[in-house]
């Protein structure tokens, strides 16, 4: 039975890796939901389960909870959890601050899931199979959207642009999804000595950069330059050269062109500084605790009313668009240093990894991973992808592969501490 119990949580991890961003959001099967919060509560469920009928679970779970907070990192995650639920007994919306909590925090069961059960060589090739195939299913979708001109239509003034979505119903998204997973690729590409592999690797990227140029999201344009400018500065400087090849012809094709031209659209860019500054506001009138996880957008009707020239637009507003204006703007202080303290155990942990670690495509996987953290960073101080389920699900999941492949022997886990 622990055998039979074992694989099916391993089986069900893999595919909610697949099946996330495949499923609509909304997506009902006879009425019932069935999308990617389904699979991940199912993977809670059943790993809880195990837990309490399986002997060897139990034990298994007490020492990998153990080893979860014996470091910085995830007692930083913790604390920030708790900033999180805190702050919904003072939220104007408690209802949303308490279904922002939940989501994060299934976030992170499912991080240290993985972190617990997959734990072996075998276990963690096979989890980032699945999310490389993944990645591929969704650029040949991007592809047919592409050609068949589905997407966002964005008027301009320089004509209307069809913004890919794909799979992750949004083009943001999508761009952001692949600058995640596009940096790896290529530093696998860079230093791969295999033939084969190497081809591989190369479609893969050009995959990859086919949907963050399709996506014509200006954010993951740019997060794909200071990724691109990392690689060049940190590891390789011979990649200036296709990349100054492909920046150079990219600027004959007109629609690439034009919105380059939009980086410096004022009107492009004032939503986002009205944004900013409602977070401002209320930063100023709740500088302490702040107005509880996810009011920013309950509140911001109110500030509107309040400051007349804040309003630019009259859809719905869920964040402002820069994930440490909406830390310090919801969570206060606390929350703020909880989230920086994150980040830092995250490059530090990351470093780690990349230096001490003998597998070298783990080795180069995460240098190229590390890249697209920086990135990913750098494009939420202009948007917020904390809060897009099919974008940073995937990125707690290779932070938590990134940690199983740290203490993967027990032997040798003690060096990354």
């Known amino acids: 039975m622990e055998i039979y119990y074992n694989n099916l949580l391993r089986l069900l991890i893999y595919l909610y890796i697949i099946l996330l961003p495949i499923l609509p959001s909304k997506f009902r099967l006879k009425g019932v939901p069935f999308n990617g919060d389904i699979i991940l509560l199912f993977i809670i469920l059943l790993y809880l389960l195990g837990i309490i009928i399986i002997k060897n679970n139990r034990k298994k779970f007490i020492t990998k909870i153990k080893s979860f907070f014996s470091n910085g990192l995830n007692i930083s995650i913790l604390l920030l959890i708790i900033v999180m639920f805190l702050s919904t007994t003072y939220a104007v919306d408690k209802v949303t601050a308490l279904k922002e909590s939940l989501r994060f925090c299934s976030y992170i069961i499912l991080y240290f899931i993985i972190y617990a059960e997959i734990d072996s060589t075998e276990k963690i090739n096979k989890a980032l199979a699945s999310y490389i195939f993944t990645c591929i299913i969704i650029s040949l979708v991007s592809i047919f959207d592409y050609i068949k001109g589905i997407g ?74 200071i990724g691109c400018l990392l690689i060049i500065v940190m590891y390789e400087i011979r990649f200036l050269i296709p990349v100054a090849i492909l920046g150079g012809l990219s600027l004959f094709i007109p629609k690439i062109y034009n919105r380059l031209r939009e980086f410096n659209d004022l009107s492009q860019n004032l939503s986002r500084i009205k944004l900013w500054e409602t977070a401002l506001y209320m930063i100023k009138d709740h500088p302490i605790l702040g107005v509880g996880i996810g009011n920013f957008a309950s509140l911001y009707d109110e500030y509107i009313k309040k400051y007349r020239d804040l309003r630019y637009c009259g859809y719905k507003v869920y964040h402002p668009h820069n994930i440490f204006l909406k830390m310090q703007c919801e969570l206060g202080i606390i929350g703020s240093i909880a989230f920086i303290v994150m980040i830092i155990f995250i490059v530090v942990k990351l470093r780690q990894l990349i230096n001490r670690e003998e597998n070298n495509f783990y080795k180069l996987y995460y240098k190229g991973f590390f890249v697209s953290f920086i990135a990913f960073m750098s494009m939420n101080l202009i948007d917020n992808f904390f809060s897009a389920p099919k974008v940073i699900a995937y990125f707690w999941i290779l932070l938590a592969l990134s940690q199983s492949i740290m203490n993967r022997h027990n032997n040798r886990s003690s060096i990354y501490y």
């Open 152 to 225: 966002a239509p964005q008027p301009s003034s320089y004509g209307i642009n069809i913004r890919v979505e794909s799979l992750l119903e949004n083009s943001n998204n999508l761009g952001a999804f692949f600058v995640m997973a596009i940096f790896p690729c290529i530093m696998l590409l860079i230093y791969e000595k295999d033939k084969k592999k190497k081809i591989f690797y190369l479609i893969s990227s050009l995959l990859f950069l086919f949907n963050i140029v399709a996506s014509f999201s200006r954010n993951a344009w740019l997060g794909f330059a």
